[in-house]
């Protein structure tokens, strides 16, 4: 049975960076990171994909953070860089319709 495993969140300051980690019993579909702030849907962030590890970001994300993947470990790391209070979320991986119990991110400005 698959198991997503979010580590990584924390306080951190306007400006400052967070590297978040997926880990996964295995990696069968594209990993997607997402973030929810209560009373709002989730938000697509980054993803990758398992046959070359083609990246996208979402909108918010581009330029300022990075998704890339740990085979050897079945781990997927995001790099997050130049926070923003608006950042500020709970941050879960998705597989395949799997999701973790996500890691809570916050940003103070």
């Known amino acids: 049975q698959l198991y997503l495993v979010e580590s990584g969140g924390g306080w951190v300051q306007t400006g400052g960076s967070l590297r978040l980690s997926c880990r996964a019993s295995s990696f069968t579909a594209a990993i997607v990171w997402f973030c929810q702030v209560p009373g709002k849907e989730h938000e697509g962030v980054a993803c990758i994909t398992t046959e070359d590890g083609t990246t996208f970001y979402g909108n918010s994300a581009k330029g300022r953070f990075t998704i890339a993947r740990e085979n050897a470990k079945n781990t997927v790391y995001l790099q997050m860089n130049s926070l923003k209070p608006e950042d500020t979320a709970v941050y879960y991986c998705?597989?395949?319709?799997?999701w973790g119990k996500g890691t809570q991110v916050t940003v103070s400005s």
């Open positions: 998705n597989v395949a319709s799997t």
